[in-house]
């Protein structure tokens, strides 16, 4: 992130295998009727307010299809490479096999559960407000459909994203916790340095948390749950032990598959890490804690 959607045109080429830069444009790169609708539904977010119903997306039957073809194979990929408490949580969570879903479809059935609702992002959605709306119980989500010719592999975070993964964690209170927590951080600061850390805390647990289950690598993060891919090239990636001052040390580049995913013990150990670091929060935590500051590229100083 916490770009949590980025321009489709100018993302690097990755190839579904994770090898930056080696693969042929995406085909929705080089489609100009995918961009034009891409963008005809991402303009429906223009100047949306937080909170504000999302206009609704006639989608197409190709668009309906491809979810249907996503629906299948991620259901199946994620039934031994996920948590088993995610699991539960997605059995619960408003994830139609058939259609894409509406967000007030979603919305309504994750007020139920935890409180959450989805608010409308066509794109970039900066730091301050992505997080802080957490705080609220909002959570920002695109609607475009990844392109059909690849339908198991997207660029960009679409609405197979944000549902699948994101729509999993908000229908369990124990993870709307955790995303209220990091809101809630993110509300009592303002500067970019202290954003950027808790958007890297963010990203190594909510977007790409492993976790440890009888001893084995298991995935609970929103964007690995909603990837194919890379559910099924766990066992490639370089598992660290997660610690936070580990993850805040490690810039991340919101593109590909992520070479380093940082494990926790158990679900249980990520609330409590999350809460140890995010609780008490503020513009002193990194003086206090000895924590880097970050150049405008994101590196270290
Ligand atoms: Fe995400």
């Known amino acids: 992130m916490t770009s949590e959607t980025v321009d489709v045109r100018a993302r690097t080429p990755v190839a579904p295998d994770g090898r930056l830069g080696a693969a042929p444009l995406h085909p929705g790169l080089s489609d100009p009727a995918y961009v034009r609708r891409r963008d005809a539904i991402a303009a429906l977010a223009e100047g949306h307010e937080v909170g504000a119903p ?4 006639a989608y197409t039957e190709r668009e309906h299809e491809t979810w249907r073809q996503v629906h299948a194979a991620l259901t199946a990929a994620q039934q031994d490479t996920v948590c088993r408490a995610v699991l539960r949580a997605r059995d619960t969570a408003p994830i139609p096999a058939d259609h894409v879903p509406q967000h007030a479809e979603v919305g309504d059935r994750l007020h139920e559960l935890t409180g959450f609702r989805f608010t409308l992002a066509g794109g970039l959605v900066p730091d301050e407000r992505f997080l802080g709306s957490m705080a609220r119980g909002y959570f920002h989500a695109v609607q475009y459909v990844r392109h059909p010719a690849m339908p198991l592999y997207t660029p960009e ?6 549902v699948f993964g994101h729509g999993t964690h908000l ?3 124990w993870f709307a916790d955790l995303y209220r927590l990091v809101g809630a ?3 009592r600061v303002s500067s970019e340095d202290a954003l950027d850390l808790i958007s890297r805390v963010y990203w190594f647990t909510l977007e790409y948390g492993v976790a440890f289950e009888r001893r084995r690598v298991k995935a609970y993060g929103a964007a690995l749950l909603s990837s194919y891919g890379e559910l099924g090239q766990l066992h490639r990636a370089d598992i660290r032990p997660w610690a936070v001052e580990r993850v805040v040390n490690t810039p991340y580049v919101a593109a590909g598959y992520q070479p380093v995913l940082y494990a926790v013990r158990s679900l249980d150990h ?3 890490v999350l809460h140890d670091f995010l609780d008490e929060f503020d513009e002193g935590t990194r003086d206090r804690l000895g924590l880097p500051t970050h150049d405008e590229r994101g590196a270290v100083t």
């Open 185 to 187: 951080a993110a509300s």
């Open 157 to 162: 975070p679409d609405v197979v994203h944000d």
């Open 270 to 272: 990520v609330a409590d």
């Open 171 to 173: 229908s369990a209170p």
């Open 54 to 57: 999302s206009p609704p997306v």
